[in-house]
């Protein structure tokens, strides 16, 4: 690309950031959009096992959250949390970046030495408190959230729940919701799993359907976090789950958007990391607003 043309598409990207902040303040909040359907937020961002740095750190931390390879690494650090070495974390990257990602969290602050050896430090001030940390989940959704702010310039909550009052029946469907986001004045839901796909079932796959059935946004993505195929074993149990929930969804079958991103309709979409995050994002927004169907106003 010629030094001119990237330049101009720079400033054309500034200025639809500019317009997206502009167009925030002149539509209802994300609460506002929630309470339309019936939603109240009563809980968000818990950080029982949230796994970041202090604030001052959180710039370069979601830099290196970017790299697939260093989130396959703290998956390993937390499975081992109360005693690894760099070396026992090698099993997705090379030794010498392993080692530089150990020296980053020490650093930052996350581990700390002890008996010739690495653990997660106790008392971050992320909210993890001495014990245990269940799963990177709560981690990989802050994550995604942050992405959407970032780099969409998006209003993000992650690991939200929803109040059910005496006024409302909503929601009908229990559990999380992994990252609820405003997106020009519509609502978009994601679903975020950390596990591999062979770790995810049925039952998974008709909770995110209930619960987009339940919300009605915009847009609905049902994201995991793996390089892996997606049409092996996730996409068929979408196949097998959306009769069930026929005509709601449109098409019955998922079809193909990208490599292995899949669409089904218009406004749901399955992904996943390869290549990266906020890529793949960029994809489903942008087949979104390209299709007919696409609200553009609220």
Sequence with gaps: MEQDDQEELDLLREEVKRLRKELAL???????????RGFEVYRKGPAGDLLVPEEALLDDWYEHMKRYSFRLYLRD?????ERFTADSLTRYATADVTAGY???L??????EKADGAYRLKSGLKSGLKAGRIKSFGETLEWFVAQTLI??????????VKFKRGRKSERPRTGGDYDVVAKIDGGILYMEVKSSPPRQIYPNEIR????????LSPEIAVFFMDTELRMKDKIVPMFEE????????????????????????????????????VAMNIERVL???????????EI
Excluded at 77 to 81: E, P, T
Excluded at 207 to 214: G, I, M, N, S
Excluded at 245 to 271: C, N, S, Y
Aim: net charge positive; with cysteine.
């Design 77 to 81: 650090v937390i499975k081992q949390q």
């Design 106 to 111: 020490a650093r930052a602050g996350i581990i």
């Design 150 to 159: 970032r780099e969409f310039q998006a209003r993000a909550l992650w690991g």
């Design 207 to 214: 909770a995110f359907l209930e619960r987009t059935r339940d």
């Design 286 to 296: 942008g087949h979104y607003f390209a299709s007919p169907g696409a609200r553009r």
């Design 26 to 36: 002149c539509t209802p909040t994300l609460e506002a959009l929630l309470r339309r």
């Design 102 to 104: 150990t020296r980053y």
């Design 241 to 276: 789950a959306l009769p069930l929930f026929l005509p709601l969804f449109g098409a019955a079958v998922p079809e193909r958007l990208h490599k292995e991103l899949f669409r089904i309709g218009d406004k749901m979409f399955i992904i996943n990391a390869r290549g990266s």
